[in-house]
């Protein structure tokens, strides 16, 4: 990574100095710089997210016994590699011989992992090669990217470097190439935290005004949005690059550092003063991210099948896609899990972190979960969704189990077009807790069902659905540490496990607010052609501006929250 950052400023500083027309063949032209810079600024933005997409892709077109053999020791190696990783990290700064002893241990089980990878992947990449592209995909050309763009669509690429940001728009006729020098990483994490600082306790309450939701964090003060910041960014990030734009109706953007805190939904195309409820960026585009631009090729060229592969798509040997046998759902869902905590108009997500529910040893405690506050908002959104869906299969209150969801529905949810959760969400603990779920909890804590699914538990799921909605806080947030993925480990489980895109927030969400925003988007979605690649981008945004349109949720935190990953 830093070998293609220290490129990538010698690329753009090239282009600084060369601006002007030049020939495309000329190696040292505008455009051939900006092209590689493209590819550079790719290398450098490599994600855990865009891997976990990249690999699920290999496995569901692998589609051979021999090599499903190869990919299934290879899945095993890297989650044991993975393992190795955490428990030496959880070992650091800890004294003593014992300590020491086992940090020997897991160096040597880590590094035998690293050399049984080394061995699959050269035999992968011997006998099966189109696999072995897949699950290390290069970065896309220019005119790779333009190719598998549709008409109405642009790609917005954006690069977080310490001194500047670097943006690029392309569209199938297009490219755009622009440097933010006042906004380098320290300043645009300062920014972002202005933003964000408005959208985690807002909408003050008014006992007896019903046209006020109650705030998400009950006793902190409302704080107002910041517009003048927001078009601040806009301003900065996409207006220079909004030529490439034009006349396009989605933009899929693929962004780093800071913005992956930051929905774009909510960047002000008009200067601070004008109206509340006009002006955002989400008024002009359907909106949706990718972890990274090579996972179009993912999602476009190979978790297709037939006529839906992208025309863009390379020609060559393909892989046989893997295909269900037996009819698919329409919806697969669980939610509004049996808890005893008083229902709140509140947010869905309490407490703060996983930590606050972990049991003696690495299981939830049952009886924290189930004094969790109730959700009667993910109860109605659900019974909704199950009006929408009467072929669908949709479990409630003590049916919500973690069993229901790892063994007696394993196989439809492999079998499910759209899957819903719709529960409270809590975000890594300081210890090794993870990021995950809150279903039913049982009477007794197990490995099989502690009433907790979490992030290594959801990866394990076989999933094919076309969109998971974790309609839940914090689904989309990192851990908080420095250097973190963007992606929260959560997210990034459930494109491990198969999805196709992902609908997640990105803070605590109004239970009323996501309650109107989920049906909303699945109400949109029923009224859209079929086939039509842009309908789940659509959805969302006209689920959004409805939200918007309610006057006791004009504030961002309400309407903004959620952000569609993966290709629309």
């Not at 890594?428 to 990021?435: H, K, N, R």
């Not at 459930?494 to 607010?513: Q, T, Y």
């Not at 981008?537 to 949720?553: F, G, I, N, S």
Request: charged content about 20%.
């Amino acid at each position: 990574m830093r070998g293609a950052l220290k490129w990538l400023g010698a690329a753009v500083a090239l282009l600084a100095l060369v601006g002007g027309p030049a020939a495309t063949q000329d190696p040292d032209s505008p455009d051939a710089l900006r092209a590689e810079a493209f590819e550079a600024a790719q290398w450098a933005m490599a994600s855990d997210a865009a891997d976990a997409l990249a690999r699920v892709s290999a496995r569901f077109a692998q589609g051979d016994d021999a090599l499903g053999a190869l990919a299934e020791r290879r899945e095993r190696l890297l989650a044991d590699r993975d393992g190795r990783e955490r428990e030496l990290a959880a070992l650091y700064g800890v004294d003593g011989e014992e300590a020491l002893r086992r940090r020997a241990e897991l160096t040597l089980a880590y590094e035998a992992a690293l050399d049984g990878l080394t061995v699959v992947d050269a035999e992968i990449a011997a006998r099966f090669p189109a696999y072995g592209e897949l699950i290390a995909p290069a970065a896309l050309s220019v005119a790779e990217a333009q190719a598998l763009l549709n008409p109405d669509e642009g790609l917005l690429l954006v690069l977080v470097n310490p001194e500047a940001t670097y943006v690029w728009g392309v569209s199938r006729d297009k490219v755009v190439w622009a440097r933010a020098a006042d906004l380098g990483e320290a300043e645009l994490s300062r920014s972002v935290g202005r933003l964000r600082a408005a959208l985690t306790a807002t909408g003050a309450r008014r006992d007896g005004d019903p046209t006020i939701d109650p705030m998400i964090y009950a006793g902190r003060p409302a704080a107002a949005f910041d517009r003048a910041e927001a078009h601040r960014l806009y301003a900065a990030l996409i207006a220079p690059v909004e030529a490439a734009f034009a006349g396009k109706t989605t933009l899929i953007s693929v962004v780093s550092g800071p913005l992956t805190g930051l929905p774009l939904t909510l960047l002000s195309t008009a200067p601070a003063g004008g109206p509340d409820d006009a002006g955002w960026l989400i008024d002009r585009y359907a909106l949706a991210g990718l972890p990274a631009a090579s996972s179009l090729k993912a999602l476009r060229c190979w978790l297709t099948v037939g006529a839906a592969r992208h025309p863009g798509c390379p020609t060559g040997p393909a892989l046989a896609p893997a295909r269900p046998t037996s009819p698919g759902l329409p919806l697969v869902a669980f939610g509004a899990p049996s808890l005893t905590g008083a229902a709140a108009d509140g947010a869905r997500g309490a407490p703060a972190d996983a930590d606050a529910v972990r049991g003696d040893g690495v299981l939830a405690d049952p009886a924290k979960l189930r004094a969790l506050p109730a959700l009667p908002g993910s109860r109605a959104e659900l019974e909704a969704l199950a009006g929408l869906y009467p072929r669908g299969l949709v479990r409630l209150g003590e049916a919500a189990t973690e069993t229901a969801v790892r063994t007696t529905d394993a196989g439809a949810l492999s079998r499910a077009r759209f899957v819903v959760f719709s529960t409270h969400g809590l975000m890594a603990g300081s210890s090794l807790t993870e990021p995950g779920l809150v279903l039913t909890p049982p009477a007794e804590a197990s490995e099989a069902d502690d009433g907790y699914l979490t992030a290594s538990e959801a990866a394990g799921l076989r999933l094919g659905a076309d969109l998971v909605v974790l309609s839940a806080c914090n689904t989309a947030a990192p851990d908080g540490r420095p250097g973190a993925e963007g992606l929260s480990g959560l997210a990034r489980a459930f494109f491990f496990a198969g999805a196709r895109g992902l609908l997640v927030s990105h803070w605590a969400v109004s239970d009323r607010a996501t309650t109107a925003l989920v049906t909303g988007t699945f109400r949109a979605l029923e009224g859209a052609e079929s086939g039509d690649p842009a309908a789940r981008a659509r959805a969302l945004r006209t689920a959004v501006l409805a939200v918007r349109a309610e006057p006791r949720w004009r504030h961002p935190a309400y309407w903004a929250a959620f952000t569609l990953v993966g290709a629309p």
